[in-house]
T-cell receptor
Framework: RKEVEQDPGPFNVPEGATVAFNCTYSNSASQSFFWYRQDCRKEPKLLMS???SGNEDGRFTAQLNRASQYISLLIRDSKLSDSATYLCVVNADTGNQFYFGTGTSLTVIP | DAGVTQSPTHLIKTRGQQVTLRCSPKSGHDTVSWYQQALGQGPQFIFQ???????QRGNFPDRFSGHQFPNYSSELNVNALLLGDSALYLC?????????????FGPGTRLTVL
């Protein structure tokens, strides 16, 4: 079983739409959780850390459900510039090893 | 504030050759992790260096080795290159002991093995 699983998509949504991505992780002892954004042929960039109580940054909201071992990312009022691949990342309990999902592709359509 | 830098940006090698990739961490960071990202996949953890020692290692063969220097910069070496080693190699830096261990990535080195 993979450490982190994501729906690869693609998600094609119109501008202004709300879109949600989910990600599940297998190690119940995982400590830290993140969403990274990766544009085509570029490096991943940290979008948000995901805190236990959930957190919001502008149009982006991240949630963590430890009981069900999943993480979500909600994007409201989608912009064309949100088109990218969104990577779910989990920090294993064994240290600083990050496990990445395969990424979810989002295209926002005018 | 300089971010993570990597060199070279692109590299073409043939099977059996050896390659060395370089990374300088973000200012103030002391830990460097290396990842391999194949096309259409998420990054896969190769290993992590702290205090000039390999701290943790992912599921990669011994052909992959590394080093960290006193100034925290790091190298990734791959011997006996295979076609399957073609990928984007990413370096990420972090500060050990920071509250959330966020990692910041360099632009990557795109390696093509022919």
């Amino acid at each position: 079983r993979k450490e982190v699983e994501q729906d690869p998509g693609p998600f094609n949504v119109p501008e202004g739409a709300t879109v949600a991505f989910n990600c599940t992780y297998s190690n119940s002892a995982s400590q830290s959780f993140f969403w990274y954004r990766q544009d085509c042929r570029k490096e991943p960039k940290l979008l948000m850390s995901v805190y236990s109580s959930g957190n919001e940054d502008g149009r982006f909201t991240a949630q963590l459900n430890r009981a069900s071992q999943y993480i979500s990312l909600l994007i409201r009022d989608s912009k064309l510039s949100d088109s990218a691949t969104y990577l779910c990342v989990v920090n294993a309990d064994t240290g600083n090893q990050f496990y990445f999902g395969t990424g979810t592709s989002l295209t926002v359509i005018p | 504030d300089a971010g993570v830098t990597q060199s070279p940006t692109h590299l073409i090698k043939t099977r059996g050759q050896q390659v060395t990739l370089r990374c300088s961490p973000k200012s103030g960071h002391d830990t460097v992790s290396w990842y391999q990202q194949a096309l259409g996949q998420g990054p896969q953890f190769i290993f992590q260096y702290y205090e000039e020692e390999e701290r943790q290692r992912g599921n990669f063969p011994d052909r992959f080795s590394g080093h960290q220097f006193p100034n925290y910069s790091s190298e990734l070496n791959v011997n006996a290159l295979l076609l399957g080693d073609s990928a984007l190699y990413l370096c990420a830096s972090s500060l050990l002991g920071s509250s959330y261990n966020e990692q910041f990535f360099g632009p990557g080195t795109r390696l093509t093995v022919l």
